[in-house]
């Protein structure tokens, strides 16, 4: 079905307004962020992570202009003395005029100082605050990464610690981020699964030989907090010691016990017959 904006069922021109696809199961899925949309109410439709913090982003652009502003501002100055430039003379009514040539239009750091003598050369660098301002700005980076749902530390630049942080730690320091992925992940689980269902059903329609689709399960990857690598590594250094080879299967490969252990068994009398 077609919306117009006011949420009124329009029918356009040369589109079918239904059509039976023979599926059982949707051929379609709404992925949304698993948070609620705070912008209008009842909606069946989600909002960006982004939408309750635009005022934050608006922060970190004010802050990032004003530290740029900062440093740009506070160049140093240097002011040179009137007889200290070139002049150009210039006729204007039978009379010549003296006019001293500038440095540059673009130029910003040196002046010239009029009908004076004294301290031909003074320079002035004001005082940067930088360090106020670099303190706003990741403030502003620490609201926006914790209004998002990323944590707070997640746009912090500031990491004086200097060590390579353990799986653990990067847990712990981002908390509030794993806790979001497990929401998204659990939401985007079930579009995930309803999607892999209906394109098993319709590949069989087109004579494709693959099995019923049973139980769909979604696994996730956990690199980000987990070596998955080194783990897999470990485990498959256990098979045979404290691991069966079907267990292996049954964890990475995400297979049902009695399909992991009929696969470890096949795979074991092949590798049999070719050691003999």
Same mark, same amino acid.
């Given at each position: 079905?077609?919306? +117009?904006?006011?949420?009124?069922? =329009?029918?356009?021109?040369?589109?079918?307004?239904?059509?039976?696809?023979?599926?059982?199961?949707?051929? @379609?899925? =709404?992925?949304?962020?698993?948070?609620?949309?705070?912008?209008?109410?009842?909606?069946?439709?989600?909002?960006?992570?982004? !939408?309750?913090?635009?005022?934050?982003?608006? !922060?970190? +652009?004010?802050? @990032?202009?004003?530290?740029?502003?900062?440093? +740009?501002?506070?160049?140093?100055?240097?002011?040179?003395?009137?007889?200290?430039?070139?002049?150009?003379?210039?006729?204007?009514?039978?009379?010549?005029?003296?006019?001293? =040539?500038?440095?540059?239009?673009?130029?910003?750091?040196? @002046?010239?100082?009029?009908?004076?003598? +004294?301290?031909?050369?003074?320079?002035?660098?004001? &005082? #940067?605050?930088?360090?106020?301002? *670099?303190?706003?700005? $990741?403030?502003? #980076?620490?609201?926006?990464?914790?209004?998002?749902?990323?944590? =707070?530390?997640?746009?912090? @630049?500031?990491?004086?610690?200097?060590?390579?942080?353990?799986?653990?730690?990067?847990?712990?320091?981002?908390?509030? #981020?794993? $806790?979001?992925? &497990?929401?998204?992940?659990?939401?985007?689980?079930?579009?995930?699964?309803?999607?892999?269902? !209906?394109?098993?059903?319709?590949?069989?329609?087109?004579?494709?030989?693959?099995?019923?689709? /049973?139980?769909? $399960?979604?696994?996730?990857?956990?690199?980000?907090?987990?070596?998955?690598?080194? #783990?897999? !590594?470990?485990?498959? *250094?256990?098979?045979?010691?404290?691991?069966?080879?079907?267990?292996?299967?049954?964890?990475?490969?995400?297979?049902?016990? &009695?399909?992991?252990?009929?696969?470890?068994? &096949?795979?074991?009398?092949?590798? /049999?017959?070719?050691? *003999?």
């Amino acid at each position: 079905m077609c919306f +117009d904006e006011q949420g009124n069922i =329009i029918e356009p021109v040369g589109v079918c307004s239904e059509y039976d696809t023979g599926c059982t199961f949707p051929t @379609f899925s =709404i992925v949304k962020p698993a948070i609620d949309n705070t912008r209008v109410d009842m909606s069946p439709y989600g909002q960006s992570v982004f !939408a309750d913090a635009v005022d934050a982003i608006q !922060a970190v +652009d004010l802050t @990032f202009d004003a530290l740029i502003n900062e440093i +740009d501002v506070s160049k140093m100055r240097v002011f040179l003395s009137d007889v200290l430039f070139d002049r150009d003379e210039e006729g204007n009514g039978g009379k010549k005029r003296r006019t001293p =040539i500038p440095f540059g239009k673009q130029d910003c750091t040196v @002046f010239r100082k009029v009908m004076s003598s +004294d301290d031909m050369v003074q320079d002035f660098a004001p &005082a #940067l605050r930088t360090s106020s301002q *670099a303190e706003a700005f $990741r403030i502003a #980076l620490q609201m926006l990464g914790d209004l998002c749902g990323f944590g =707070i530390s997640y746009f912090d @630049f500031d990491d004086s610690r200097g060590y390579v942080k353990t799986a653990t730690e990067v847990s712990s320091d981002n908390s509030a #981020l794993m $806790r979001n992925i &497990a929401r998204h992940e659990h939401a985007l689980e079930v579009s995930l699964a309803g999607i892999s269902r !209906a394109v098993m059903q319709v590949s069989r329609g087109f004579g494709v030989d693959i099995p019923d689709e /049973g139980k769909v $399960r979604v696994e996730f990857d956990d690199s980000i907090i987990q070596d998955t690598a080194a #783990l897999k !590594a470990q485990d498959m *250094a256990e098979v045979g010691v404290t691991l069966a080879p079907w267990e292996y299967r049954a964890r990475w490969y995400g297979e049902s016990e &009695a399909v992991a252990r009929e696969r470890a068994k &096949a795979v074991g009398t092949v590798a /049999g017959g070719f050691g *003999a």
